[in-house]
């Protein structure tokens, strides 16, 4: 279903208000796919070179600070933060071409949002037990442009299939009012 435009909000307000919409009802329910008007907005204007640099710059253990293309970001923390009532932070993966991230878990509650790029993406839809059970349930998806993918805290997801280079912009929220 495609939302109706919002007459004096901007792209990245609409993006945000789609995203807050989807993240309400799905939050602690499981993953969930959503499609945000907006997505312009957040569309990385970077060359890859420029996004890698950014990243080559952070000190070690600290997410890369956004390039010109990609600074945008902070506002959407912000207003996502507003309209969720929690802390919204922001950083960026980059995934060279035959890049793989296995096993990483989720450890507050994450949207994946690709802003140039694709990746497969691979979510277990169950936390990680001591016990390996006979019939893991996982979810797989080709997470494109445009896409945002929301990944519930202790789920694991992996990410791989990259064809050509991806930069994944990653939400992370932060309990406040949830």
């Known amino acids: 279903m495609e939302s109706a435009p919002v007459a004096g909000r901007s792209p990245l307000e609409v993006f945000a208000r789609d995203l807050a919409l989807c993240l309400s009802v799905n939050r602690d329910r499981g993953p969930a796919l959503v499609w945000p008007d907006g997505v312009e907005s957040l569309v990385a204007e970077s060359s890859v070179a420029d996004l890698a640099q950014a990243a080559a710059g952070a000190a070690p253990g600290t997410p890369p600070p956004a390039p010109p293309g990609l600074a945008r970001a902070a506002e959407l923390s912000e207003e996502l933060g507003r309209l969720l009532s929690c802390e919204v932070h922001s950083s960026l993966v980059l995934l060279p071409a035959g890049a793989e991230r ?48 929301y ?11 990259v064809h050509a280079p991806c930069v994944l912009q990653v939400l992370s929220l932060h309990d406040s009012a949830w």
């Open 102 to 149: 296995n096993g990483d878990t989720a450890t507050t509650d994450l949207v994946l949002l690709p802003v140039r790029g694709g990746c497969d993406c691979r979510v277990h839809l169950e936390p990680r037990t001591p016990e390996p059970t006979a019939a893991e349930k996982v979810l797989n998806l080709r997470l494109r442009v445009g896409e945002a993918l």
């Open 151 to 161: 990944v519930p805290a202790g789920l694991r997801y992996a990410l791989g299939g």
